[in-house]
């Protein structure tokens, strides 16, 4: 048995009486050149070890197989094992199947995660990869676009916020990629980017990232107001002036680059 001796995904769905779970976040992407061209921008490589979190039908994952790659499938929707276990003995030895929770689920430390992620999730998962343990390389993931925008967002955009300082201090992030919502099954009602994050060189220490979390949440938790009063807690003006920075601006006119330097003030005040 090979990859080329599957059925069409449609069918796959339709033999197992599976449909899409709302309350899962589930839009599944079954159009195999969509799926090819993103395993192709991850860059993905014969031998690699890939993470992907939400699968589903296994549509993405083929196409990650396809690659040569080895891939930790991380699923909580028990419906679909069975048909990802199909799908592992036509890869024999490449496909581990986990019937997990991804939010709480342990990951291989330094593989790249490939996803097309739960939409109900995708925010904590991501803010939890970028700031904990794991160390990924990269992340080639699929978002709503609005959740697209905001990681990528410039300062002084609507759009800036805590999510684009913390995706923008730790990777370098761009959008790859945009899907209009008629390719997916069942079709969202938005449109959705898949956006490349690639751990940065010069991330910032462990306390820092610790200390910049406290602070973009201090700031945009309370974004109309000025730096001086939202993060008063944290040192207020002093804070602001001590690296040069506006404390009557508000959250959203600071740049990532300020955000850094002012988590690196309250380690050495700490």
């Excluded at 050149?33 to 992907?52: F, M, P, Q």
């Excluded at 993405?60 to 991380?74: D, K, P």
């Excluded at 990232?209 to 207020?236: C, D, H, N, W, Y």
Aim: glycine share 8%; with cysteine; proline share 7%.
């Amino acid at each position: 048995m090979t990859l080329d001796d599957l059925p069409p995904l449609r069918n796959t769905l339709a033999a197992a009486g599976i449909s899409a779970r709302k309350s899962f976040g589930q839009h599944f992407l079954l159009d195999l050149n969509l799926t090819r061209k993103i395993v192709r921008l991850a860059g993905v490589g014969a031998g690699e070890t890939v993470i992907e979190v939400g699968p589903g039908p296994g549509g993405l994952t083929r196409a990650l197989l396809e690659s040569g790659a080895h891939v930790v499938a991380v699923e909580k929707d028990a419906r679909f094992i069975p048909l990802l276990e199909e799908l592992a003995e036509h890869a024999p030895g490449r496909l581990q199947v986990v019937n997990e929770d991804a939010l709480t689920a342990t990951l291989p430390a330094g593989a790249p995660i490939v996803a097309n992620l739960p939409y109900n999730v995708a925010t904590p998962l991501l803010i939890g990869w970028l700031t904990g343990p794991l160390r990924l390389p990269s992340m080639t993931l699929m978002f709503q676009k609005e959740v697209a925008d905001r990681i990528v967002a410039a300062p002084g955009s609507r759009t800036y916020g805590r999510l684009s300082v913390l995706a923008q201090a730790l990777t370098e992030a761009r959008i790859v990629m945009d899907l209009p919502a008629r390719a997916f099954t069942p079709p969202p009602k938005v449109a959705s980017a898949v956006i490349q994050l690639t751990a940065r060189a010069d991330r910032p220490a462990d306390e820092i990232v610790e200390r910049l979390q406290r602070l973009t949440a201090a700031a945009f938790g309370q974004r109309r107001k000025m730096l001086r009063s939202s993060l008063r807690p944290l040192g207020g003006e002093a804070l602001c002036t001590a690296v040069g920075v506006d404390a009557n601006a508000r959250a959203e006119d600071v740049t990532v680059a300020q955000y850094l330097k002012m988590a690196a003030r309250l380690e050495t005040a700490s």
